[in-house]
């Protein structure tokens, strides 16, 4: 089948399994299926965005972090554990991502999360604007679309707050950040680790 996680309603059989894991020092149960993305172990990039985004910045009480593409939320779910004073939205296309990531913020103890299902390149949030967005956009949807992703995330971020992006090197790291830098007017490759870049912009008004 050649469906991929990024299709809003998952065709495939289901195959659920359960991952323990550690996320940055945070011990994580995630229900995962076929059809979602990095179904059998918390994406590399994923787990490195995390951690580099919790190395450089506190995040404040009350101040507020948005997942672009949130899949089955190991990103949200670790960033909830170690801010639980920030309000936290998540925004998923896959409807069994989706869902999965409700039930793994349950089964983490994690109930402050917004998860809409809804796409991240087009998403309607009523005006709503963000300290913080984080993505590891979907590189198999193509170029166009994880630019877009950049692209709205701007028109997400408060006046002063900043945007995290995970990418490979191999996968297009050169050209997003280029394209950061002309949506944004700056970009920063914060920490490179096995071909992965940290990419960061701030919006700057």
């Known amino acids: 089948m050649n469906e991929q996680y990024f299709s809003n309603n ?12 550690v996320v940055n020092g945070f011990n994580l149960k995630l229900i995962t299926d ?4 990095s179904k059998d172990r918390v994406d590399y ?3 490195r965005l995390v951690e580099t985004f919790m190395e450089e910045k506190q995040v404040l009480e009350g101040q507020k972090i948005l997942e672009l593409g949130s899949g089955y939320g190991p990103i949200v779910i670790t960033l909830a554990k170690a801010f639980p004073q920030a309000s936290i939205t998540a925004v998923e296309l896959n409807e069994r991502a989706y869902h999965l990531a409700q039930r793994n913020s349950s089964l ?3 109930g402050t999360i917004q998860w809409l299902l809804d796409d991240a390149t087009s998403v309607d949030l009523n005006g709503e604007v963000f300290d913080y967005v984080l993505t590891n956009p979907p590189i198999r949807a193509g170029k166009q ?7 709205h995330s701007y028109k997400q971020l408060k006046p002063g707050g900043s945007l ?3 990418i490979q090197k191999k996968q297009g790291a050169p050209s997003l950040y280029k394209h950061m830098e002309d949506i944004f007017g700056n970009a920063e490759k914060v920490k490179q680790d096995k071909g992965y870049w940290i990419l960061t912009s701030e919006k700057i008004v």
């Open 10 to 21: 998952p065709q495939s059989q289901h195959q659920e399994k359960q991952l323990d894991t």
């Open 145 to 151: 679309t994880v630019h877009q992703f950049i692209t």
């Open 164 to 166: 995290w992006v995970v």
């Open 45 to 47: 990039g994923s787990q």
């Open 108 to 110: 983490n103890q994690v």
């Open 34 to 37: 076929s059809g979602v993305f």
